[in-house]
């Protein structure tokens, strides 16, 4: 079962016009439960007009700080929580956040210096400004950031950043796109994969360790599929969707399909229960429904929180960005974009 913990807001400043930094404050008691790595997320449980909402976010700050952690909220278009915590928050606030949790990571070792490439656009910089970090500070690796924002004013850790070049400048490098405002020394438009191959023309592709992606799905698809055609492994391509819209005409067409109800046996925290669910409905959506609390975040299949094993029977994942092929082969699903097939299913989430 998910865990979730309150936490006191210690501080909350602008990261920009729409971005908003949460410190929260870690009690001594829980610090080993928050222990995270770089490039972890978390999720955060509120109660906003008597409705149960629960976003995740990436965790920014370095991975030694133990007694607080940072994250950035940015406003969205009719985003519920972001409004919540930009008209109501206010430091000195308690919010239910859960344990960290995600394989978006990075872990430092004691090799030989190794150069690690990142790519992010808008808030996608969060999780990877905490690998930032502890590349620089852990380790002697060498770090490459295509970093794309719409305006300076509007890129998150803006200042941040630059100090770190100013301080590291052996080891980090920065490529700066602007899609708003031609600013001298960076790139015009969006991250361009041609300037990505050219920057890199001079590395050694064998020599780099890790690629992290992180933001939009477009980014994603055109930047793995870049650094594939160079033969890199997929393995060593890591990569975390930040937003990817969810399509009417995907649902539209497994109701049409789909008709009548499916048994579900449910393992929980070594408990079996059995309900009864419609065809016609996401499995997330019966299952809270039944008032079983299960552990679950985005709702949007980007988060992986939602994740257990399909034991026995069928399901119709829509929608998937976050589990391999291998771990679908194993059973593994996201039940928040899964609906029943057949007429009798296994789910557990005991054997993850």
Known sequence: MQKFYSLVVKEISKKTSKAYSLLFDIPSELRESFAFKAGQYITIKCNIDGEEIRRCYSISSISNEAETFQVVVKSVPNGIFSKYVEENVKAGDILEVSEPEGNFCYEPTNEKSKTIVAVAAGSGITPIFSIIQSILSFSNDQIILFYGNKSEEQTIFNKEIIKLEGDFNDRFKVIKFYTQEKIEGSH????????????????????????????????????????????????????????????????????????????????????????????????????????FDIPYSCQNAICSTCLCVLTKGEVNMVKNEVLSDAEIDEGKIVVCQSYPVSDKIEINYDII
Do not use: M, W
């Open 188 to 291: 015009f438009g969006r991250i361009n994969q041609k300037i990505i191959l050219e920057t890199l023309q001079n590395h050694d592709f064998s020599t780099i360790e890790k690629f992290y992606v992180c933001g939009p799905e477009d980014l994603i698809k055109n930047t793995t599929n870049t650094f594939l055609s160079q033969n890199i492994k997929k393995e060593n391509i890591l990569f975390e969707l930040f937003f990817s819209p969810q399509t009417c005409e995907q649902n539209k067409a497994v109701v049409s399909e789909n008709s009548g109800e499916t048994i579900v046996k449910l393992i929980l925290d070594g408990e079996e229960e059995t309900i009864s669910v419609d065809k016609n409905t996401l499995l997330l959506d019966s299952i809270l429904d039944a008032g």
